[in-house]
């Protein structure tokens, strides 16, 4: 089992950063695919970065250039960097773990946080 904790979330203007962070219980977490969520109100949840246990990264192209994901091992814990953030980056955050260790997909995620709101003002 995997215990997932998210931190660092609040309300930022339009262009401001925030970092938020993803604490995880667990021996097994430099195995599993990390993977950042969001979904704002009426819109399903959406895979916005993922991080493997070798580094590699995906993003959502929404965030591609603005955000990045990243993990540090010896913390189990991975954050998302959140930069130039806009009205639309509103929305519920989530972190969630997989197994598998490829994070495409939202049915691979087995274990998730419960959440942290962002809302971006314009």
């Known amino acids: 089992q995997v215990q997932l904790v998210e931190s660092g979330g609040g309300l930022v203007q339009a262009g401001g950063s925030l970092r938020l962070s993803c604490a995880a219980s667990g021996r097994s977490f430099s195995n599993y695919a990390m993977g950042w969520f969001r979904q704002a109100p009426g819109k399903q949840r959406e895979l916005v970065a993922v991080i493997q246990s070798g580094g590699t990264t995906n993003y959502a192209d929404s965030v591609k250039g603005r955000f990045t994901i990243s993990r540090n091992n010896a913390k189990t814990t991975v954050y998302l960097q959140m930069n130039s953030l806009k009205p639309e980056d509103t929305a519920v955050y989530y972190c969630?773990?997989?197994?598998?260790?490829?994070?495409?997909?939202?049915?691979?995620?087995?274990?998730w946080g419960q959440g942290t709101q962002v809302t971006v003002s314009s």
């Open positions: 969630a773990a997989d197994r598998s260790n490829i994070g495409s997909r939202y049915n691979m995620y087995e274990f």
